[in-house]
């Protein structure tokens, strides 16, 4: 064999591909290295190295691929191993990358040796394919990682750390920088699933997914999420399913994930049909979803593209029009050239230098002269891009842009938009539009905080949102100002500040905040205000406007209005819920769609016209959310609807710092009929009502009284404050935390139930004085002849418990005590319909919108706005309340939510009483207004509820009149003979219950009390 082992590379060379096909080196070659004796094959195994390293042409290569098996043999004799592992290597060195697959072939026969350094050998090879050609590694890396994952089980250790190896080898060719950081961890997962199967989900479910999600991505996770699906634990399948979802819908292409779609289909179906969870069935509903909407995108740019059949025949049909007689003489160049054009194709790519790449060096083989290649390539190129996604042209070219940026947003763990383009012109006015949760903040956030790739970083890009003050909240409204650092940067004056301020409304009226007021104690009006001053003095190239229209009057909005339509060279970008306002000053709409900005242009009634499916945005009732507040259950003493369980009587209040009341001689009722709105303009004082009604404040002057066992809701107007705390926790842990133990820890805050150090000093003193005993609880309450009576605990050992009425107590100085007590109680009363249980939250958070996604594996701090309120309104209703008191709700909601919050409302069976600029709310809903203006309030429309009480009344006397209360249903025995059942006897009052009776209504009468039930049993009309 010594004579063959010098094959004369260059005669090879010289005499080409037929002589090389006529002679017998090949057959040589082959029985050489299947010889017993390990020199032969050696010298054959050297032959095929120095062809694969000698011979120039690439026509070899079919050749030494089909040698291939033969060297893998080699690899199991130790004294072979070696030279066989030299020409493998040169065979894949010379290897074309189109012959790839075909290697790979041949490797995984040789993965099922029964020799285990064949294995071995083969998965040396195997994974230096990723050195020579990691772009086809790419392509192919699917059946590959599933290769390697039947190997990992493989009984011999050398097989398996070989395995390890080549896993690290191919999955180093993936460039997905999002899951780059957690492939260590999947791959240890393969190599050992039982154990690190749910760590590595664990991973995925934590990883941010923002670039593109590519084959060579699906083909590492797609096997370990099938996996995570077939797995016992029902948190691992809903790992799972969770990851197939997210990813789904940030493939690159639809047709790379329709590649999975025979895989992944099938185990989502399974969790669907056999978890038993249902808010894990829902997760595996809304990917199974996902994943057939694209695969239905695929099916339609497969159907509207060129196939590789296509664009053959598209080359051949040129060829011959420019002169090829048989053009199926080079079938092989046509294909190949065909395959590199397809590859274009299914990437969507139009651009001409690609293509003539793809396609020209193949044809000037073929064609004789550059003109004619020139022509082909041109011909081929118009009809294989004429399918593709077409770039439209847009009618404001012509305009100058401000930015035109391509970039992903995610937030947490959640991806808000992928690979949107964002292009914005000068001086326009876009709106942006999107249900709750899509990312309309976060994005406004990340363009102010300059985090997005692509946008331009000199821009001056200016903020402004409701929740301002912060630690500022001690300073002025001049100083607020004034030391913002981005307004000493742009050098304002202190003249220059205060002309802003008092254009804005500042200290030109009575009832307008002062300049010289603390920001703490502005209302939410005023407060953003404050903030649109701040943003105007910086005279900002983009104005990121999030919800401006919250908390102000219809004189601000009107002059929000009129600012923004005269700027002419800023570019704004607005989030907001009124409808009104966006049609007033847009003139482009940006519309969250499949994780892409789409833009429209005109306002928000022209984009209703041309997306008829968005005018959920205009009309306050949707299908798609419903809201439904809790039954509040019954009031002792309490039958009749409109009877008042909360009231003020002449009531005065002034903050310390302020130069005027803010409430005069204030006299208003509210009952479980109640729907009031509370209407007045910023800094009216509607806000400051409430919290008196609430507890939160204590009255200067006055009255407030509320039934004992009456529960209240209050959601504030800064309601993110109930919250602001426990960021940290999802919303059923918010709940838990605020209710464990009985008692709602937010409203065991407020001021007008708490005894302050100076009270309780006075009340000792007091004690001292008049030789009676001091308050240490009070432990129980029973109802008196007259009022509730409370047990006191006394101070010291000396002295047994005893009974005082309420107002004995109130007497005495205990009535925070008492209004302590009663809440208790009434919190007590609740307990028994209500369980801190995880399922129990979240049928009541299924109330208000909040999916068990945000409400139970979603922390707080990572929930949009509008889902914020969902908490907020969610949590205060848990307590089952008779009065709910809304301090601007509509505030975040989008139109969905505020539809559904309406019919909620409607459908209450308790009071409620709102504060809202938004008429078109509140009109629908409130019948009564309470107008404050100059701390003075006006009721108006009460007149309802006695014309309803009126109604009530008389329709229950008519109907005791006309009904035979003694006609019973017939009832029938099990053979259909009619029961006859004795009449009950009706018993008269007699005299002496009546004269009680009449006693009693008369004290009823006197103290302006209902009698309604009492004339009942008297007979009274």
């Not at 429209?600 to 984009?607: C, E």
Request: proline share 3%.
């Amino acid at each position: 064999m010594s004579a063959f082992a010098s094959v004369d590379i260059k005669t090879i060379n010289t005499a080409g591909v037929l002589a090389f096909e006529s002679s017998t080196v090949m057959e040589t070659l082959k029985t050489n290295m299947a010889s017993t004796s390990a020199d032969v094959a050696n010298d054959a195994l050297k032959v095929v190295k120095s062809l694969a390293e000698g011979v120039a042409d690439q026509w070899i290569e079919p050749y030494l691929v089909e040698l291939l098996p033969f060297i893998l043999d080699n690899l199991a004799a130790p004294k072979t191993a070696v030279a066989a592992e030299e020409a493998g290597n040169a065979i894949l060195h010379k290897s074309n990358s189109h012959s790839v697959r075909i290697i790979t072939s041949a490797l995984y026969e040789s993965f099922s040796s029964m020799k285990w350094q064949t294995k071995k050998g083969a998965l040396v090879l195997f994974g230096d394919l990723a050195q020579h050609h990691p772009i086809v590694v790419q392509r192919n890396l699917p059946e590959m990682i599933n290769r390697l994952i039947l190997m990992a089980s493989d009984v011999k250790k050398e097989v398996k750390e070989q395995t390890r190896v080549a896993f690290g080898k191919i999955t180093s060719t993936i460039t997905n920088v999002d899951i780059i950081p957690i492939i260590p961890r999947v791959v240890a997962a393969y190599m050992d699933p039982a154990k690190l199967t749910e760590n590595a989900l664990d991973a995925l479910v934590g990883t941010t997914f923002i670039n593109d999600v590519d084959l060579p991505t699906l083909g590492l996770l797609v096997p370990i999420l099938t996996r995570g699906m077939r797995e016992r634990l029902v948190a691992i399948k809903r790992r799972s399913a969770l990851v197939i979802g997210n990813m789904c819908k940030l493939v690159n292409d639809p047709r790379t994930a329709a590649e999975f779609y025979p895989i992944l289909k099938p185990v989502l179906e399974r969790g669907i049909e056999e978890i038993a969870v249902e808010e894990v069935r829902k997760v595996c509903e809304h990917s199974l979803e996902t994943l057939h909407r694209v695969a239905g995108e695929a099916q339609v740019l497969s159907d509207a593209v060129f196939s590789h059949a296509d664009l053959v025949n598209s080359i051949n049909k040129s060829l011959t029009k420019n002169g090829v007689a048989d053009a199926a003489k080079f079938a092989k160049l046509v294909d190949f050239a065909a395959k590199g054009a397809h590859f274009l194709v299914m990437g969507d790519n139009r651009d001409n230098d690609e293509w003539t790449e793809a396609l020209v060096p193949y044809l000037k083989a073929i064609l004789s002269t550059e003109e004619k290649v020139n022509a082909v390539a041109a011909e081929v190129i118009a009809e294989g891009t004429a399918a593709l996604s077409a770039t439209k042209a847009d009618i404001e070219d012509e305009e100058e842009d401000l930015c035109n940026a391509t970039f992903s947003l995610a937030y947490g763990t959640r991806v808000l938009l992928h690979q949107t383009p964002f292009k914005v012109k000068i001086g326009r006015r876009y709106g942006l539009v999107g249900a709750n949760g899509a990312g309309k903040s976060t994005l406004m956030r990340a363009i102010a905080g300059g985090n997005l790739a692509g946008f331009p970083t000199h821009l001056v890009t200016v903020y402004v949102e409701c929740e301002i003050i912060g630690e500022k909240a001690d300073m002025t409204v001049l100083e607020y100002i004034m030391t913002d650092p981005k307004v000493i940067a742009n050098g304002a004056s202190e003249e220059k500040v205060r002309a802003m301020l008092t254009d804005m409304g500042f200290g030109v009226s009575r009832t307008a905040a002062a300049i010289e007021a603390g920001v703490g104690t502005l209302s939410g009006g005023w407060r953003m205000k404050l903030a649109l001053s701040r943003a105007m003095l910086l005279n900002p190239d983009m104005l990121l406007l999030d919800e401006p229209t919250n908390h102000l009057d219809q004189f601000a909005v009107k002059w929000l209005t009129d600012y923004v339509k005269n700027l002419k060279t800023c570019t704004c970008l607005l989030v907001s819920h009124d409808t009104k306002f966006l049609d007033a000053v847009c003139t482009n709409i940006m519309h969250y769609e499949n994780l892409k900005l789409k833009r429209y242009l005109g306002n928000l009634s022209d984009f209703v016209k041309q997306k008829p499916e968005a005018r959920a945005y205009y009309e306050l009732s949707s299908d798609n959310v419903a809201f439904s507040f809790p039954e509040p259950g019954p009031l002792e003493g309490v039958k009749s609807l409109t009877k008042a369980v909360l009231r003020t009587k002449n009531v005065y209040f002034q903050y310390p710092t302020a130069p005027l009341p803010q409430l005069i001689d204030v006299s208003i009722q509210c009952s479980l009929a109640s729907r009031v709105a509370v209407v007045g303009v910023n800094g009216a004082g509607k806000s400051t009502l409430v919290k008196l009604m609430v507890g939160e404040l204590e009255a200067d002057q006055g009255l407030i009284e509320r039934h004992p066992n009456l529960r209240v809701a209050y959601v504030a107007q800064h309601a993110f404050a109930h919250i602001e705390e426990h960021l940290e926790k999802t919303p059923v842990e918010y709940i838990m935390w605020r209710y464990r133990g009985g008692v709602d820890k937010e409203m065991a805050k407020k001021d007008a139930n708490t005894m302050t150090e100076e009270e309780l000093k006075a009340l000792r003193a007091k004690a001292k004085e008049e030789k009676n005993g001091v308050v240490e609880e009070l432990l129980n309450r029973r109802t008196g002849k007259r009022e509730h009576e409370y047990e006191v605990i006394w101070e010291g050992q000396n002295r047994e418990n005893s009974w005082h009425t309420r107002t004995e107590l109130k007497e005495m100085g205990y009535e925070k005590m008492v209004n302590q007590k009663d809440e208790q109680i009434a919190m007590e009363s609740m307990l028994g319909q209500r369980k801190l249980t995880t399922g129990e939250i979240q049928k009541h958070f299924d109330g208000f919108g909040l999916e068990p996604q945000f409400a139970q594996h979603t922390r707080m701090n990572a929930l949009s706005g509008g889902q914020k309120v969902k908490v907020v309104l969610g949590a205060g209703l848990w307590n089952l309340p008779h009065i709910v008191i809304l301090d601007e709700p509509t505030n975040f909601l989008d139109r969905d939510s505020l539809g559904a919050l309406a019919t909620a409302i409607k459908e209450f069976k308790g009071g409620l009483f709102m504060i809202s600029h938004n008429a078109e709310f509140y009109e629908a809903l409130c019948p009564e207004k309470w107008i404050l203006e100059s701390g003075r309030l006006t009721v108006m429309g009460a007149e309802w509820m006695e014309e309803v009480e009126k109604a009530r009344k008389k329709a229950e006397k008519l109907a005791k009149r006309t009904l035979d209360y003694d006609q019973k249903e017939e009832k029938k025995d099990a053979l259909g003979n009619t029961i006859v059942e004795a009449k009950e006897e009706v018993k008269e009052v007699n005299r002496a219950d009546r004269k009680r009776l009449m006693k009693i209504r008369k004290d009823m009468v006197k103290n302006g009390e209902d009698t309604y039930e009492i004339d009942q049993q008297l007979g009274i009309e």
